[in-house]
């Protein structure tokens, strides 16, 4: 099939009938097509995190602690990146086909990191193993619209979701134990028999029917795509440092993706075949589907990466203690999004569940902002377990109605929009809260802003160093801080919510 015969204005006509493609043949449709896209998902969402409780450990063997961040870093962007163009190119080549690409790639990817001696050589092959785990994310989304008749895809994009958060919950958990008995090279090494397991399931998808014909790749897209998400990314990251002297240097980052918007823009106008078809981004229930799952991205990364440092610093708990009062926080994010999707499945409505689940989120986003230093660490946990049960509600949703606008053609282009709008709207949403934090503190105390700086950095012990006078007043400013750090979150729901109300496709 040519690329260059897809015609994205007409995927507004065909509706939901575009996407209603056969169901895989024979057998139970869950044992056939889930734990083929299961799986990949799994290894791509878990590298995200895995790594974190790594780090020191790598630290302490390589060296080079000024560019450790780059292990994380590099693997984000890279997976960025590649979640569109294996999206085309799934497309036009098959989706199974790049399947078995993105999994040698990442395979071959995690030999070369748990090989590497240097922390550039690592941050090297993290790039290469992003650009794997990009298509992994990626596809196993657009396979589940391939193989999956419409109105059963939300109990699937439920499971999907419940894995991504399972994988990511687990993966720290995970990281410290490999590190700790089997070394930092384990942690990457542990992806060979997993992927290979995962090789083996994905030949049992089914290979559909893809048309013929010269295969046309915007290679010049390609590359203004990437020069605008590489200094979007590093100023997002940038930003969470608390640091007033690398504005300037966010500044540039920020001008320079701004120039290679309006050049990818530019060329996605004119490409025979764009690498993002513009004309299917312009229809509302895309844009605004993708910009609600940006909110809910930002949203729920934001409560993950912020939570932990509010009650190990503010209410003095262990890190064992943190890990046991986050269950419900992580938990009610999959049960949120298994309970959805079985409930599209059943009724073919989708807007109405975020619609009311990002309500309580937006109310119960506020209450935190407002009474958290009056709850107890008994009743905090399961209120943020509700809050994120019922954020959960959106994911699939989001998954749901880009594949069904989109159609057969363009499963991939929307799976990885999606994927893109989720990467953008985490690190833009941790960014925001950060800085939000750092400012409010900065405008009360510096000092005390210079502390939570190092705490991000060091970890609550550095509360210990300080007189006990002092902490308390350190302690109870970060807690008035955070305040405004929910109320930015409830900002995150009140969008998320009224893009909800606004997307055209209410039903399948």
């Avoid at 701004?258 to 981004?281: D, I, S």
């Avoid at 930002?298 to 912020?306: C, H, V, Y």
Wanted: glycine fraction near 10%; include cysteine.
């Amino acid at each position: 099939m040519s690329s260059a015969s897809i015609d994205p204005a007409a995927a507004p006509a065909r509706g939901v009938a575009a996407a209603d493609v056969p169901p895989v043949p024979g057998g139970n449709l869950f044992l056939r097509v889930f734990p083929s896209i299961m799986l990949p998902m799994f290894l791509a969402a878990l590298d995200q995190t895995i790594v974190a409780t790594a780090l020191p450990a790598i630290v302490g063997e390589l060296g080079d602690v000024e560019r450790i961040s780059w292990i994380v870093v590099s693997y984000l962007v890279a997976s960025t990146i590649a979640a569109p163009v294996y999206g085309r190119l799934g497309d036009v080549l098959g989706r199974k086909r790049m399947m078995f690409l993105a999994l040698s790639v990442f395979i071959a990817a995690s030999v070369l990191c748990a090989a590497a001696a240097s922390v550039i050589m690592l941050a090297l092959a993290r790039i290469l193993q992003g650009l794997g785990g990009g298509g992994l994310m990626t596809l196993s989304q657009a396979l589940i619209g391939e193989s999956v008749p419409p109105r059963q895809r939300g109990k699937y994009q439920g499971y999907l979701s419940a894995t991504f958060v399972c994988a990511s919950t687990f993966g720290p958990v995970a990281g410290g134990y490999l590190t700790q008995h089997f070394g930092w090279q384990s942690v990457f090494l542990v992806n060979l028999p997993l992927g290979l397991v995962a090789v083996g399931l994905a030949m049992r998808l089914p290979r559909m029917h893809v048309g013929g014909g010269r295969l046309q790749f915007d290679i010049w897209g390609t590359l203004f795509f990437a020069a605008f998400v590489v200094p979007l990314l590093l100023a997002l990251e940038q930003a969470q440092r608390f640091d007033l002297a690398v504005l300037p240097a966010m500044a540039a980052l920020l001008a320079a993706a701004a120039g290679a918007l309006v050049l990818l823009l530019r060329q996605e106008r004119r490409a025979p075949a764009p690498l993002l078809p513009l004309a299917l981004f312009r229809q509302a229930a895309i844009w605004r589907t993708d910009l609600m799952a940006a909110c809910l991205a930002g949203a729920t990364i934001s409560l993950i990466t912020f939570v932990p440092v509010y009650l190990q610093v503010v209410r003095g708990t262990s890190p064992s203690e943190t890990g046991l009062l986050l269950l419900p926080l992580t938990a009610g994010i999959g049960v949120g999004s298994l309970f959805t999707g079985r409930m599209i499945a059943a009724t073919g409505r989708t807007t109405i569940f975020p619609e009311i689940g990002l309500s309580f989120s937006l109310g119960l986003s506020i209450a935190f902002a407002l009474l958290a230093p009056r709850l107890s660490l008994g009743v905090l946990p399961w209120l943020l377990g509700v809050t994120a049960l019922s954020f959960g509600t959106g994911m699939p949703v989001v998954q749901m109605t880009v594949q069904t606008i989109a159609g057969p053609k363009f499963l991939g282009a929307a799976a990885a929009s999606v994927q893109f709008s989720r990467s953008i709207g985490a690190a833009l949403g941790t960014a925001m809260v950060a800085t939000v934090l750092f400012a409010v503190l900065s405008r009360t105390d510096r000092d005390t802003a210079a502390h939570f700086a190092d705490i991000m950095q060091r970890g609550a012990q550095v509360l210990v160093q300080l007189p006990q006078e002092r902490r308390a007043i350190v302690q109870a400013q970060i807690a008035d801080a955070f305040r405004a750090a929910f109320l930015m979150i409830a900002g995150f729901a009140g969008c998320g919510l009224a893009l909800s109300w606004a997307i055209p496709l209410k039903r399948l």
